[in-house]
C-alpha cells in the first residue's frame, strides 16, 4: 500500500496525498476477511470458544480484546504510511491537514469493515464462508451506489427493489443463523414496514435508493475527506457502525454461549 502511494502520486502528477485512500479503498476486499475469518469462526470449529466461556472474563471483553488486536495490525501500516504526507511535502506543496485528516478516516472506515467482518465470522464455524461474506459484503458497499443507478428512480421501482431486498435480508439470516423463524419474522417486519410507508406516503420512495445507497455506504461517505472536508456525521457514522456491529457480536456469542 505504501508502494501504491508513491506510484499513484507520481503517475498522475499531483501532490493530494488523500487520493491515494480512495484508490486504495478496494484494498479492503483483501485485508478485512483475511484478518476477520478465522477471529471467531476458527475458535467455533476447533471447540476453543469453550476455554473463552471458562474465563473469568466477559463476553464484552473477549469481543473487544480480539477487536483491539485487529485494530493494532490494522494500524501497523497506516502509522508507516503517515510519514508519507511528509516526505512529499519536501518536493513540493501538500495539504498536510487534508492528507492526515483523510488518513484518520481512513482508519475509522477500515476499523467498521473489520467490525462487520467480526460480526459474520460470529455466526458460523467456517472460515471459508465467513471470508465470503465479508468480501460479498464490502464488494456490494463499494458498488451499491453505482449499482442503484440502475435501478428504477420511480416510486413503482423503488418498491419493488426494497420488496427484492427484504426477501434477500430473509435469506441472509436464514443462510447465518439457520433460524426459519427469525428468517420469516424478519422479512414479513421489512416487508409490513415497507407496504406501511408505501400507504401512508408513496412520494417517499421516488429516488429513496439512491440516497439510501449513498448515505449509507461507508465508501462514498469518505469522498467528503478525498474532496478536503472534514465532516463530522461520517466520523459519527463510523463509529456507531463499529459499535452497532460489536454489540451484535457480543449478542451472537452470549447466545452460544448460554446455549
Do not use: H, W
Not at 493494532?72 to 518536493?91: A, K, Q, R
Not at 465470503?132 to 453505482?146: C, D, K, Q, R
Amino acid at each position: 500500500m505504501g508502494f501504491a502511494a508513491v506510484l499513484c502520486n507520481i503517475q498522475a502528477a499531483f501532490s493530494n496525498f488523500e487520493f491515494v485512500f480512495y484508490f486504495s479503498s478496494l484494498i479492503f476486499v483483501i485485508i478485512v476477511p483475511i484478518l476477520t475469518m478465522r477471529t471467531i469462526a476458527e475458535e467455533r470449529k476447533q471447540k476453543t470458544d469453550q476455554l473463552l466461556y471458562s474465563l473469568p472474563i466477559t463476553t464484552t471483553q473477549i469481543v473487544l480484546g480480539k477487536y483491539l488486536a485487529l485494530l493494532v495490525v490494522y494500524l501497523i501500516p497506516l502509522c508507516i504510511i503517515s510519514f508519507y504526507p511528509l516526505i512529499f511535502s519536501l518536493f513540493g506543496d501538500v495539504y498536510l491537514l487534508t492528507s492526515y485528516g483523510s488518513i484518520a478516516a481512513f482508519f475509522l472506515m477500515g476499523a467498521a469493515f473489520l467490525a462487520m467482518g467480526i460480526f459474520i465470522s460470529s455466526l458460523t464455524d467456517n472460515q471459508g464462508f465467513a471470508a465470503g461474506i465479508t468480501i460479498a459484503l464490502i464488494l456490494f458497499n463499494y458498488y451499491s451506489v453505482s449499482l442503484s443507478e440502475y435501478t428504477s428512480s420511480t416510486m413503482f421501482g423503488s418498491l419493488l427493489t426494497f420488496y427484492a431486498l427484504a426477501i434477500v435480508v430473509g435469506v441472509v439470516v436464514r443462510v447465518l443463523t439457520k433460524n426459519d423463524a427469525l428468517a420469516y419474522g424478519v422479512s414479513i417486519v421489512l416487508l409490513l414496514g415497507i407496504a406501511i410507508l408505501c400507504f401512508v406516503d408513496s412520494s417517499l420512495f421516488e429516488g429513496l435508493l439512491p440516497a439510501m445507497t449513498e448515505t449509507l455506504s461507508l465508501l462514498e461517505r469518505f469522498n467528503s475527506f478525498v474532496n478536503g472536508v472534514f465532516d463530522m456525521t461520517t466520523i459519527v457514522y463510523y463509529l456507531s457502525v463499529i459499535v452497532f456491529f460489536l454489540f451484535l457480536s457480543v449478542q451472537s456469542l452470549e447466545k452460544r454461549r448460554y446455549n
